[in-house]
């Protein structure tokens, strides 16, 4: 079977030319489409893993990595580059496959996804030395943290880089998210964008059952940030509110992505129960099928 | 061999951190002081006041504090935060497990208030369980100085030429100061306060006093005792604990720490695996601490240089 997935991948479009932005919403949706194929291709191959919230982001990333973020895949350690902090470690398939595509590494590498030896770890490791990756994460509620140190340290030294970061909606029951976004406003951390995938879903059922995180644009207004909503699987809505958050000046900006969990495959979408698991070969290529469809 | 140190006056290691902090501040702009509200109380206001604009106040939030200090590394920065060792090491542990240990990043945390000396606290201040829970995490190195001059030393050496997480643990209760400025000292090793063949007693931190003490106590009663400093616990010198056990045959371990998994476990994991001789342990028998005057509680705990000759005519009987 794994031969057959191989294939598939050796079939992608190869990014080894210079990386360049890409400007046209269009051939954005055809990105995030290729980026959403291959995601499910590798966790199915993997065998396990998170499908559904990876499915959700990947127009967020798509417009991040492709559209919005300064970074130079030929150059990883470029002390200018803008920085993803992923703090929901376990939709690192979205992060891996768009890093692939950006040019950060070959797209046959996403076939090692939770192998032993990956450089592609189930939630991601910098021991590992994946290019592009910037945090170690996979406990929730630590990546908010993170990127406050590192838009701390941009600050200190005058540097005009941005720290996105990307949580969870069900991260938010997190207290520590919220220590981090105090100190963000404390500190005005306009070079910080904090990205919430409001997917109203978590592992045990709708997030409103779990524990209510609502009203949250009200949350985040009182610990003084600038509170944006948009379809976060609309590539226009996205590219438009990331301008509108970077032009924010003196204090933090969080954008409450609305994005339905395993987008794309409709006969899986806004199903918490994708959340933790992977599709078998023949839900995959089912999968697949759905995703060129639409 | 006859003991020549001699105390200087007594002064707190937390002193000695803090002024470590600052000499290593002065010599490199790259390193970052975070607050947790009770910055005086841990040493750090040398640092702030003189370097206001690189100590980041966080307030009463310890686990961002830890997180924060990831990024910063993560971003070229050498951060350093201190605060009562409960909170920094035992409330953030898995911040420091992910954010700091996994990401490999050189972050140096202090923990502040570690030991029962802290007094009449109590035991929520105590930090007793520390040692063992910072050193079975990977890349860590974990530091415990044995006085305020050598926690000034550690401090600059764990700050400047270290490259992973860092724990340093200090107390606050003044004791004797009693090691060289220009003393020789290197992380990982371990330093031979005397010679000695009957017995080793291997102490950290507030305890290598006591242990020099107990030794003269033994010495009297004509028992050659041998005491080494091990301030660094991880990675902990494993060639000079062997050496210990083959030559002296007894070993008595010394610490302000839970029994459980710290200090003294630390060197029996190694005797058992390389040289298995009889151990007794000075540390807290598995209970919380309490309110008291700490000479009065280290009394009460036989953590003191009483307790270390009764372990070492104990581990004697043993041989
Ligand atoms: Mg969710």
């Known amino acids: ?294 | 061999m006859e003991i020549k140190f001699t105390n200087k006056g007594d002064k707190a290691t937390k002193t000695g951190f803090g002024e470590g902090v600052l000499a290593a501040a002065e010599m490199n702009k790259n390193v970052i002081g975070i607050g947790a509200d009770i910055t005086t109380s841990v040493g750090m206001n040398f640092f702030r006041d003189k370097f206001p604009e690189r100590f980041i106040s966080l307030g009463i939030a310890e686990q961002n504090c830890v997180g924060v200090a990831a990024g910063l590394a993560l971003s070229g920065k050498t951060p350093v935060f201190a605060t009562y060792a409960v909170f920094s090491a035992l409330r953030t542990t898995d911040q420091i497990r992910v954010s700091v240990c996994y990401n490999d990043v050189h972050v140096v945390i202090g923990g502040a208030h570690a030991g029962i000396s802290v007094g009449p606290d109590g035991a929520t201040h105590q930090a007793l369980e520390d040692i063992a829970i910072m050193r079975v995490l990977p890349n860590i190195t974990v530091l415990s100085p044995c006085d305020a001059t050598q926690a000034k030393i550690l401090t600059q050496k764990a700050i400047l030429d270290l490259k992973g997480p860092v724990y340093l643990r200090f107390g606050r209760e003044p004791v004797p100061d009693f090691t060289s400025e220009n003393q020789e000292i290197e992380i990982g090793k371990g330093q031979l306060l005397k010679t000695g063949n009957a017995l080793t007693i291997f102490a950290t931190g507030h305890m290598v006093w006591e242990a020099l003490q107990a030794a003269t106590t033994l010495e009297k009663k004509g028992i050659s005792v041998r005491v080494i400093n091990l301030h660094t616990i991880k990675p902990i010198d494993k060639e000079m604990i062997i050496t210990a056990a083959q030559e002296t045959g007894a070993i008595v371990t010394a610490e302000e720490h839970q029994v459980f998994g710290g200090f003294g476990s630390a060197i029996a994991e190694v005797l058992a695996q390389h040289f298995p001789v009889p151990v007794e342990m000075v540390a807290m028998p598995d209970c919380f601490g309490e309110s008291g005057q700490p000479a009065e509680l280290m009394q009460k705990y036989h953590l003191n240089s009483e307790g270390i000759v009764e372990k070492s005519l104990l581990v004697l009987k043993r041989k």
Request: glycine share 10%; charged share 20%.
């Open chain 1, 1 to 294: 079977m794994l031969s057959v997935w191989i294939l598939y991948f050796s079939n992608v479009k190869k990014t080894d030319q210079m990386f360049e932005k890409i400007t046209q919403p269009g051939e954005l949706s055809e990105m995030a489409r290729e980026i959403r194929k291959d995601i499910v291709k590798s966790l199915a191959v993997a065998g396990s893993g998170h499908t559904g919230g990876a499915l959700g982001l990947a127009d967020v990333f798509t417009v991040l990595y492709f559209n919005r973020m300064n970074h130079r895949p030929e150059d990883p350690e470029w002390p200018e580059r803008d920085r993803l902090i992923l703090s929901i470690g376990h939709v690192a398939p979205v992060l891996y496959t768009t890093l692939a595509h950006a040019g950060y590494f070959q797209v046959n590498e996403l076939t090692t996804l939770r192998k032993l030896g990956s450089r592609l770890q189930g939630h991601p490791g910098r021991d590992h030395h994946l290019p592009g990756l910037e945090l170690s994460a996979g406990s929730l509620g630590q990546g908010l943290s993170v990127a406050v140190g590192m838009a701390l340290a941009a600050k200190l030294d005058q540097h005009s880089w941005k720290v996105f970061s990307v949580h969870g909606d069900g991260e938010l029951q997190e207290g520590a998210i919220w220590e981090a976004a105090m100190s963000a406003a404390h500190y005005k951390l306009d070079n910080l964008i904090a990205i919430i995938d409001r997917n109203h879903v978590q592992i045990d059922g709708p997030t409103s059952h779990v524990m209510e995180i609502n009203p949250l644009a009200e949350k985040w207004k009182a610990f003084g940030w600038e509170v944006f909503e948009c379809d976060g699987n609309n590539i226009s809505e996205l590219i438009a509110t990331f301008k509108n958050a970077e032009n924010v000046v003196g204090k933090p900006s969080v954008i409450i992505a609305r994005t339905l969990m395993g987008k794309g495959v409709r006969s899986i979408e806004g199903d918490y129960r994708w959340h933790g698991k992977a599709p078998g070969t023949a839900e995959a290529e089912e999968f697949i099928r759905q995703l060129e469809e639409n």
